[in-house]
């Protein structure tokens, strides 16, 4: 069972495992975990879906983060050998860099072969979600990191007249207003980055339902002792 935790305005919580999904060790860790989700980056490189948050120079092996050089020779994970890799009640939420079209195609057929009934798709390019909008079994996320992008959002929502089915948003941007308004506006709200206790407290009473955290094992004790039969995310 995931762990999720009531807030006090009674609007159920969960924990998102940022990047867990990149690495397979990690991946299991967060699975006895009981997250609610576990995401993945996921990337089109040389034909091939990767798995990882690393950026590539072009066609060149040479994979960085910030300060960070990889290994250029090691091993990239293949979107199918995590798919195959994760249990069947896990439920993953993949992150799509960049913005090719052919990427979102990619993981769809991924998503097929594989059999996958229940999946989340997350995208800063959102023109990539419509890919998707077909699939019953995929839940698809706005990424909102600005606050351009906010009222971006928020503007489609008042033109359309239809609920986004979740946003995936930085907590800079967000205030109990601002929560109020994406309530209205989505089916689903879940932020990052979340890295205490305290933070993750007060995002719950705000009404947001995930937490994205590099820390989930410490983020737990928000979520012990929640009810039996609260909804999964």
Same mark, same amino acid.
């Given at each position: 069972m995931a762990m999720t935790a009531a807030s006090p305005n009674h609007r159920p919580g969960f924990?998102?495992?940022?990047?867990?999904?990149?690495d397979l060790d990690h991946l299991r860790a967060a699975?006895?975990?009981g997250a609610g989700l576990i995401e993945a980056d996921v990337c089109l490189h040389r034909g091939r879906v990767e798995v990882r948050h690393l950026k590539s120079v072009g066609p060149l092996p040479i994979y960085w983060d910030q300060w960070y050089i990889a290994n250029p020779f090691a091993r990239r994970l293949q979107l199918h050998e995590l798919l195959a890799a994760t249990g069947a009640d896990t439920q993953l939420m993949l992150d799509l860099k960049g913005g090719s079209r052919r990427l979102a195609h990619r993981v769809r057929a991924a998503l097929v072969a594989d059999g996958r009934?229940?999946?989340?798709?997350?995208?800063?390019?959102?023109?990539?979600? #419509?890919t998707f909008?077909?699939?019953?079994?995929v839940r698809t996320v706005h990424s909102v990191g600005s606050r351009r992008g906010l009222r971006r959002l928020l503007a489609e929502r008042r033109r359309s007249g239809r609920r986004v089915a979740?946003?995936?948003i930085h907590a800079r941007l967000l205030d109990p207003g601002t929560v109020r308004e994406l309530q209205e506006a989505t089916e689903l709200v879940m932020t990052w980055p979340v890295s205490t206790l305290a933070h993750g407290r007060e995002l719950l009473g705000w009404g947001v339902d995930g937490l994205i955290?590099?820390?989930?094992? #410490?983020?737990a004790a928000l979520f012990a002792g929640a009810a039996a039969g609260e909804r999964r995310a």
């Open positions: 924990i998102v495992a940022h990047r867990a999904g990149n699975e006895r975990l009934t229940a999946v989340t798709v997350c995208a800063r390019r959102w023109h990539l979600l #419509e909008a077909d699939d019953a079994g979740g946003v995936s955290t590099d820390v989930p094992h #410490e983020l």
